[in-house]
């Protein structure tokens, strides 16, 4: 079992909401990473961050917001949400230096945005 | 686009036969890995081959990667139900980026 965990699993909440998804690992991970799947699709990298006070844009533009004040948590943030932010994200996190390093998921969080 | 692709999209097979799932991709890359992902799940780590390596095997899992082509593939062999899943590829690109880059997913159905 990977020590990575997301919170909440499930959310629905109406459009112009702020929301924050949590992500916590446990495994003293430097990078981090937050992917947003739609269902039966491929991952799309949003974010991505080496350490602390580093966070990067990924692949896919999004709306959302991330910070990495403690090694151990990545939060992503979306401050007015919108129905087309319904989707799926997972957050996942592995070793800094070395170059064969296999990546631990979270469960994901599937958020509806009605 | 994404770096890799699966093929093909889905699967179905009868328990006992093997699956074999190909992924392909565009650049350089350091390592190819494999990932299983159940329904509404996160994704957990199969396998890891190197660039340099050409064939790696873990249990009924065996991988293939053929740089020149651009490719792998994945043998799971003897298949169970429980291995309904989907498997992604994923890559890490040479050079400093290093990001993990997943392709789009092979659905493998195992009927009993």
């Known amino acids: 079992e990977a020590d990575i965990y997301q919170t909440p699993r499930y959310l629905v909440i109406g459009t112009g909401k702020k929301i924050t998804l949590e992500c916590s690992q446990t495994?003293?991970?430097?990078?981090m990473y937050w992917y947003q799947q739609d269902p039966g699709m491929e991952l799309h990298l949003i974010h991505y961050s080496y350490g602390v006070n580093s966070t990067e844009k990924g692949d896919l533009s999004s709306e959302s917001t991330v910070s990495r004040i403690r090694t151990e948590h990545f939060p992503l943030t979306l401050e007015s949400a919108r129905p087309s932010h319904t989707s799926q994200y997972l957050c996942a996190s592995s070793r800094k230096h070395a170059l064969d390093t296999e990546a631990f998921f979270g469960q994901g969080t599937r958020l509806t945005v009605v | 686009s994404q770096q890799g692709e699966e093929d093909p999209q889905a699967l179905s097979i009868q328990e006992g036969e093997n699956a074999t799932m190909n992924c392909s991709y565009k650049t350089s890359i350091n390592n190819l890995q494999w990932y299983r992902q159940n329904s509404g799940r996160g994704l957990v780590h199969l396998i890891l081959?190197?660039?340099?390596?050409r064939e790696k095997h873990s249990g009924r899992l065996r991988v293939t990667l053929d740089t020149s082509k651009k490719s792998s593939s994945l043998l799971i062999t003897a298949s169970r139900a429980a291995d309904t899943a989907s498997y992604f590829c994923?890559?890490?690109?040479?050079?400093?980026?290093?990001?993990?880059?997943f392709g789009s997913g092979t659905q493998l159905t195992v009927l009993p």
């Open positions: 495994m003293g991970h430097d990078k």
């Open positions: 994923a890559t890490v690109k040479s050079g400093s980026a290093r990001q993990l880059t």
């Open positions: 081959i190197r660039s340099n390596e």
